[in-house]
């Protein structure tokens, strides 16, 4: 645990030129609940016990509802001997059952482990062994994966107990009408998968596991212990996890709660992935703070997120910016009535102006950007929703220290300079799991407090609010999903034609950014393998998004004098291909 008390506000400066731009309903700091974020849905399952909670392709799950599901997988939990500070994987699409296994893991004292549930064989090995996970959550479609991984590695690493739901579970196929899902959706959601063989453990089915009649623990885990361990690649190495109290995640919940003016009247359109720290917090735990109501969708689809926002009234909606792109594209664009909409915001790339600029005339939405990394749950900036700045991060969010200073010397810089971006706060994470080295080495102190250095570059102006301008870290953008090179070359190795490659980024019309692959085959395999061949086994191998959508074959990567390759000439050589 840090020397921080993420439990309470961080006083910032009033010499923080931002505060002039505050909105005035707001205060600058908050006092979140001292308790685990399992008593937001306890508490709310008892304000609001008809109320809808969740809404999916369909079918409505109440308040009452939810908490009580929520109780019967944390009773089965404790059978299986999950116990305080257990770490369990939750690996899943958006549904009812991803938010009832998450606050089911809170309520049996544990810690969450999402995952992305694009990961394949080989890099689920990690997330099961680093976090020493036993017990994995998961759905049909990606159960045999899962259980692949599990049983690939030696016997005291492998899961004891593994629980499927199928998305049936949740909603019934034959359902019609504007929340049907479309129909090339029918083969992966309608399906219901044989359950996998794990060995030397179990596989439960959901439906069964909801009838037990196990014995609740007590409510033991609270503001200062973990509740989720989110995994973050970066430039070296496999996946860090980032120890997340409930006091951090809070924070950022009720802060992106009052940020965003919801109340249990607002209705959420739940499409930002929930495994993914912004999905999770300042989405879903947001959404089950204030009392408000959840429709799911598991994947992004234009028409069905039209119809939905059209029928629910959706009053808020997180996103990337591609979907609004995606939306305002759909030739049935006209008939869908984005009236409700009071609250439009998002990140994870930059929204571009001429798109802003429409929804502000045809709909009088300011679409409010922010910035944030897995490391500080979400949001750490944001624009202010009543005087937002286009093609900008925003201000410090509420309780946020941020700073920009000089990489080398961490002074910091007046307003205008280049640097890098650092933060402290309420909702910084405590560390990296199992990696002292890495988190000393993110960690620095300014002014008597503990800054994050984010590895972004980026500028503050006269009115304090925050512009990147670089990346101090090798990182790829792709629509929104963070690709770090070093993870991807690593599963690339694996493949036996590939004696080295090395990953940059390429200019994508559509993604922003797409992850290219510089290779150098193995003698004997130049002719035998193509680029086509190299791109088919790594989007069989790794998350889809992080597979190289372009391969080239060169003789030789560029090498300094110690031997490492020049990955930076090789990005600016594509830069300058591409200018």
């Given at each position: 645990?840090?020397?921080?008390?993420?439990?309470?506000?961080?006083?910032?400066?009033?010499?923080?030129?931002?505060?002039?731009?505050?909105?005035?309903?707001?205060?600058?700091?908050?006092?979140?609940?001292?308790?685990?974020?399992?008593?937001?849905?306890?508490?709310?399952?008892?304000?609001?016990?008809?109320?809808?909670?969740?809404?999916?392709?369909?079918?409505?799950?109440?308040?009452?509802?939810?908490?009580?599901?929520?109780?019967?997988?944390?009773?089965?939990?404790?059978?299986?001997?999950?116990?305080?500070?257990?770490?369990?994987?939750?690996?899943?699409?958006?549904?009812?059952?991803?938010?009832?296994?998450?606050?089911?893991?809170?309520?049996?004292?544990?810690?969450?482990?999402?995952?992305?549930?694009?990961?394949?064989?080989?890099?689920?090995?990690?997330?099961?062994?680093?976090?020493?996970?036993?017990?994995?959550?998961?759905?049909?479609?990606?159960?045999p994966e899962l259980a692949r991984a599990s049983n690939a590695l030696p016997a005291p690493k492998r899961l004891l107990h593994l629980i499927v739901t199928?998305?049936?579970?949740?909603?019934?196929?034959?359902?019609?009408?504007?929340?049907?899902?479309?129909?090339?959706?029918?083969?992966?959601?309608?399906?219901?998968?044989?359950?996998?063989?794990?060995?030397?453990?179990?596989?439960?089915?959901?439906?069964?596991?909801?009838?037990?009649?196990?014995?609740?623990?007590?409510?033991?885990?609270?503001?200062?212990?973990?509740?989720?361990?989110?995994?973050?690649?970066?430039?070296?190495?496999?996946?860090?996890?980032?120890?997340?109290?409930?006091?951090?995640?809070?924070?950022?919940?009720?802060?992106?709660?009052?940020?965003?003016?919801?109340?249990?009247?607002?209705?959420?359109?739940?499409?930002?992935?929930?495994?993914?720290?912004?999905?999770?917090?300042?989405?879903?735990?947001?959404?089950?703070?204030?009392?408000?109501?959840?429709?799911?969708?598991?994947?992004?689809?234009?028409?069905?997120?039209?119809?939905?926002?059209?029928?629910?009234?959706?009053?808020?909606?997180?996103?990337?910016?591609?979907?609004?792109?995606?939306?305002?594209?759909?030739?049935?664009?006209?008939?869908?009535?984005?009236?409700?909409?009071?609250?439009?915001?998002?990140?994870?790339?930059?929204?571009?102006?001429?798109?802003?600029?429409?929804?502000?005339?045809?709909?009088?939405?300011?679409?409010?950007?922010?910035?944030?990394?897995?490391?500080?749950?979400?949001?750490?900036?944001?624009?202010?929703?009543?005087?937002?700045?286009?093609?900008?991060?925003?201000?410090?969010?509420?309780?946020?220290?941020?700073?920009?200073?000089?990489?080398?010397?961490?002074?910091?810089?007046?307003?205008?300079?280049?640097?890098?971006?650092?933060?402290?706060?309420?909702?910084?994470?405590?560390?990296?799991?199992?990696?002292?080295?890495?988190?000393?080495?993110?960690?620095?102190?300014?002014?008597?407090?503990?800054?994050?250095?984010?590895?972004?570059?980026?500028?503050?102006?006269?009115?304090?609010?925050?512009?990147?301008?670089?990346?101090?870290?090798?990182?790829?953008?792709?629509?929104?999903?963070?690709?770090?090179?070093?993870?991807?070359?690593?599963?690339?190795?694996?493949?036996?034609?590939?004696?080295?490659?090395?990953?940059?980024?390429?200019?994508?019309?559509?993604?922003?950014?797409?992850?290219?692959?510089?290779?150098?085959?193995r003698p004997g395999q130049v002719g035998v393998v193509s680029e086509e061949d190299i791109m088919a086994w790594c989007r069989e191998n790794m998350a889809?998004?992080?597979?190289?959508?372009?391969?080239?074959?060169?003789?030789?990567?560029?090498?300094?004098?110690?031997?490492?390759?020049?990955?930076?000439?090789?990005?600016?050589?594509?830069?300058?291909?591409?200018?």
């Amino acid at each position: 645990m840090s020397a921080q008390n993420p439990s309470s506000p961080s006083p910032v400066s009033d010499r923080r030129p931002h505060h002039a731009h505050w909105p005035k309903r707001l205060p600058h700091a908050i006092t979140p609940p001292q308790t685990s974020l399992w008593m937001n849905l306890a508490i709310s399952a008892q304000r609001y016990p008809d109320k809808p909670a969740l809404a999916f392709l369909g079918e409505v799950m109440s308040y009452a509802e939810l908490a009580r599901q929520a109780e019967h997988m944390a009773a089965f939990l404790h059978s299986l001997g999950v116990e305080q500070g257990d770490r369990v994987i939750l690996d899943m699409q958006n549904s009812p059952q991803l938010v009832v296994a998450h606050f089911a893991i809170l309520r049996a004292n544990a810690v969450v482990v999402p995952v992305n549930p694009m990961n394949r064989f080989e890099e689920l090995k990690h997330y099961i062994t680093d976090p020493d996970v036993k017990v994995a959550i998961t759905t049909g479609d990606l159960a045999p994966e899962l259980a692949r991984a599990s049983n690939a590695l030696p016997a005291p690493k492998r899961l004891l107990h593994l629980i499927v739901t199928q998305f049936t579970d949740a909603f019934d196929p034959d359902a019609a009408g504007d929340d049907a899902p479309p129909e090339a959706w029918s083969s992966w959601l309608q399906t219901r998968h044989p359950l996998p063989a794990l060995e030397g453990g179990q596989v439960h089915d959901w439906s069964e596991v909801l009838l037990n009649a196990h014995v609740l623990p007590g409510v033991i885990a609270g503001a200062d212990d973990l509740a989720a361990l989110p995994y973050t690649s970066g430039t070296t190495g496999l996946p860090k996890g980032c120890m997340h109290t409930h006091a951090s995640l809070m924070h950022n919940a009720v802060a992106g709660s009052l940020w965003s003016g919801a109340s249990m009247e607002t209705v959420v359109l739940a499409v930002v992935p929930m495994f993914h720290i912004t999905g999770m917090v300042s989405m879903m735990h947001a959404a089950i703070y204030s009392g408000a109501t959840l429709v799911i969708m598991p994947r992004w689809d234009r028409e069905l997120a039209g119809r939905l926002i059209s029928k629910w009234r959706v009053t808020s909606w997180t996103n990337i910016p591609t979907m609004v792109i995606d939306l305002m594209a759909s030739p049935n664009f006209a008939r869908f009535d984005l009236s409700s909409l009071a609250y439009i915001g998002g990140g994870g790339a930059a929204m571009p102006q001429a798109v802003a600029q429409r929804l502000f005339e045809q709909f009088n939405l300011r679409y409010a950007e922010g910035y944030g990394l897995t490391e500080t749950a979400a949001p750490s900036h944001s624009n202010p929703p009543d005087r937002p700045k286009q093609q900008c991060l925003g201000i410090p969010f509420m309780g946020c220290d941020a700073r920009v200073v000089d990489p080398g010397t961490l002074r910091e810089l007046p307003p205008g300079e280049q640097g890098e971006i650092v933060v402290h706060g309420p909702m910084v994470f405590q560390g990296y799991w199992k990696r002292p080295d890495a988190t000393r080495e993110a960690f620095f102190e300014l002014d008597g407090k503990r800054f994050f250095r984010t590895g972004d570059l980026g500028r503050v102006d006269e009115e304090g609010y925050f512009f990147i301008t670089d990346r101090l870290k090798r990182m790829i953008n792709a629509s929104g999903f963070k690709v770090w090179p070093a993870e991807v070359e690593a599963l690339m190795f694996r493949h036996p034609a590939i004696q080295e490659a090395c990953v940059i980024a390429a200019k994508d019309n559509y993604r922003g950014e797409t992850v290219k692959a510089v290779v150098v085959l193995r003698p004997g395999q130049v002719g035998v393998v193509s680029e086509e061949d190299i791109m088919a086994w790594c989007r069989e191998n790794m998350a889809v998004y992080k597979a190289p959508r372009i391969v080239q074959f060169v003789e030789a990567l560029p090498k300094s004098g110690s031997g490492k390759v020049m990955w930076r000439a090789l990005q600016e050589a594509e830069t300058v291909a591409i200018a």
